[in-house]
């Protein structure tokens, strides 16, 4: 028996730390955004791009939110606008455009292997889709002061995965959604595997688009229920595990001893 209720001790362990494990999971993607925004207090310096990301190659979930530093021009021709965004409960386009990178601090290293300059798709800030015409285009005055500025540009932002394929048709000029992979054909390649949020630019982007705040995971503020009930489900494997040991000494002390010892100073009686 006290072999068996260390045999069981060492499962209800397993289970306990696979409990604990699931419960990490399940508050990991509301504490990422936490842990970035903790680490860039009043005089932080964001990395260079180049050391936390390359050109064609997957993006992590963690870096979702976290801040970089990129150098780069605006591709003349690439901007879009991407429909179905809201901020609060205004309905808004997203201003997306292609930064070809000239320095992401790694002194072109990142890229040697590619065929050129990577692009980076940058969603400057946003717009009230009010300002959109009825004939699908953008109101004069409000193009005028979004339009993209020239020479050499350097950007703080955030990071954001990469969206899946659009499904909808919409006018020229607009997306439903911020896909590299689409993105690639429209502005070609090399490209990176997510989109940056601007944070602020140099020079200073035009005051006509609305700033964005950090991205967070899909569904980041929520806590995983699966992960959560996963957790529990390891918990009560632990403890059934020492329950089946108390059980079974409750049933072997209640069949009690197989036989009775003889006890050699009992008076027996002599035969005769």
């Known amino acids: ?36 925004a903790s680490v860039e207090l009043e005089g932080y310096v ?4 180049g050391e936390v990301l390359s050109a064609q190659a997957p993006f992590p979930g963690n870096l979702v939110g976290k ?7 605006f ?12 901020v609060g409960e205004r309905p808004v386009f997203l201003v997306l455009s292609a930064l070809r990178v000239t320095d992401d601090g790694t002194g072109g290293k990142s890229w040697a292997d ?12 946003w717009i009230p889709a009010a300002a959109m015409g009825p004939d699908n285009t953008l109101y004069p005055d409000i193009a005028k002061r979004i339009a993209l500025p020239t020479g050499p540009v350097q950007i703080e932002g955030w990071l954001q995965a990469s969206e899946a394929n659009g499904t909808l048709t919409l006018p020229a000029g607009q997306s439903d959604s911020i896909s590299s992979a689409s993105l690639a054909n429209q502005w070609g390649g090399p490209i990176y595997g997510g989109y940056l949020v601007v944070k ?7 005051s006509a688009l609305g700033a964005l705040v950090r991205p967070q995971i899909e569904h980041g503020a929520d806590v995983n229920t699966q992960s959560l009930f996963y957790a529990l489900q390891w918990w009560v494997f632990g403890i059934f595990a020492v329950a089946l040991w108390v059980r079974l000494v409750a049933d072997e002390a209640a069949r009690g001893p197989k036989a009775k010892a003889v006890n050699p100073f009992d008076k027996v009686d002599a035969a005769p």
């Open 200 to 206: 602020h630019t140099d020079p200073a982007t035009d």
């Open 46 to 49: 964001p990395p260079p791009l």
């Open 67 to 73: 801040s970089v530093t990129v150098t780069g021009e």
């Open 75 to 86: 591709e003349p021709g690439s901007e879009l606008l991407v429909a179905g965004r809201s």
């Open 1 to 36: 028996m006290l072999a068996l209720l260390v045999l069981l001790l060492l499962v209800a362990a397993v289970c306990g730390r696979l409990g604990v494990w699931q419960l990490e999971r399940a508050y990991e993607r509301s504490n990422l955004a936490k842990v970035h």
């Open 114 to 125: 590619l065929s050129g300059p990577p692009v980076l798709p940058v969603v400057r800030g």
